[in-house]
């Protein structure tokens, strides 16, 4: 791999007049133009915007007006994050066409850092699934093999990555959904500390478990991208006040006398062999490497899948009632008001979604909201108390980022509860609002991307990435997805 296909290498070329940002966009866009017929990762490629930017983002250096780490980046977002000018979708037919009239505030925090933003990515329908094959606008393919899905929801975003068509992307994670598409297509994705970024203008799947975070290929280019989009935001009334930590202080310190938990739960007989393997020959290596390792049992990991697939449909069905054909995108007229909603949602919506606000409609109904909603916080509660116990013995927790390399296309379509199952690793820290981050470690023997998880504590961002940036070493994972016509281009 050569230097520039990571952020870090790119930074260092621009600021050294080895490259150029309308270079490194143009190599970008360039990898998009050849790639996007088999992948479909972007519904929205934004060519004239971005070759501006970078155009910008040459001058600005030049003239010594250094914007830090992600001057000159191309960056791809998914397209639930709004963009003042360019189409916003959620990939639902509900608000094609529609056109935000401002920004998303991480999208604000890149344009001030001087980032290039390439176009607008794939997702599932509102961010509700686990592949990408829940779009309108027809599914994302992951480039390692072209019949299997990327992950999801955010799998656009995880694939310009993995091809190179952006060297940094932006995902939401609400259950996984940065970190499952991290590991199916073996590229570096994290979920920070919840209120660590702000979500002012990130279309909103389950406000109580929503968190954007960045993909990248390395360890250290995820700090430098969380670096720019972190910090306190008045327009979020979760957001987490004060100065933001050093995020990458712990990168290269090794992992001596690092206390990691290995989760019981989390070593499944249902996990694929490949996977399992791979996960326990990475924590030997970390435990040669310093690393004091110890088994932790989470008993109440059982039920979280459980509890979020009430607590996230629920609160989808109060976020999506805005959209009801008065205020934004797409309208079909009826008799009456009501009838004009009514016909407008089951237009607008695909059967995922409609799935989902059934569900979380019953779920909080007179009646049934202690018997479902109710619970489901309980367990949450559970949850929480039994990560916080774990976090007082060890620094980390480790397991696998995903039961499952790629799958095939259509193969849990049919099932919504095996595509449910797939986020059964990740959904915890969502329910926690703990950080987690996925690194690929290895292949299985289908040549497929395995992902490592850790997770950390609330803010404990600094020793998560200690920890992921030695499992990335100890791993030494340099493969990447190659497409018959898709040699990354040179910058
Ligand atoms: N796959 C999970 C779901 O369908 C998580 C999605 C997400 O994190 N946005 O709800």
Known sequence: MSDRQTIRGAAAALRDGSATSVGLTRAALKTASM?????????TLDTEGALEAAERADSQLAAGDDRGPLHGIPIALKDNMVTEGIETTCSSRILSGYVPPYSATVVDRLEEGGAVITGKTNLDEFAMGSSTEHSAFGPTRNPWDTERVPGGSSGGS?????IGSALGALGSDTGGSVRQPAALTGVVGMKPTYGLVSRYGLIPFASSLDQIGPFTRTVADAVDV???IAGHDPHDATSIPGALPDLGAGLGRGLEGVKVGVVSEM??????PAVRANV???IEQMEASGAKVQEVSLPSFEYALSAYYLIAPAEASANLARFDGVRYGNRVNGANVAEMMSK???DGFGAEVIRRILLGTYALSAGHFDAFYGQALK????VRRDLDAAYEQVDVLVGPTSPTTAFELGAKTADPLTMYLTDVFTIPANLSGHPAISVPVGLDDSGLPIGFQVMAPALGEEVMYRVAGEVERLAGFTARASLASSEVVAP
């Open 267 to 272: 070593q499944r007989d249902e996990t694929e």
């Open 226 to 228: 969380l670096a720019t």
């Open 379 to 382: 367990v949450r509660s559970l």
């Open 35 to 43: 790639t996007e017929s088999q992948v479909h990762a972007y519904l």
């Open 158 to 162: 995880a694939v310009t990555v993995a």
């Open 280 to 282: 326990a020959g990475i």
């Open 344 to 346: 407008t949602r089951a």
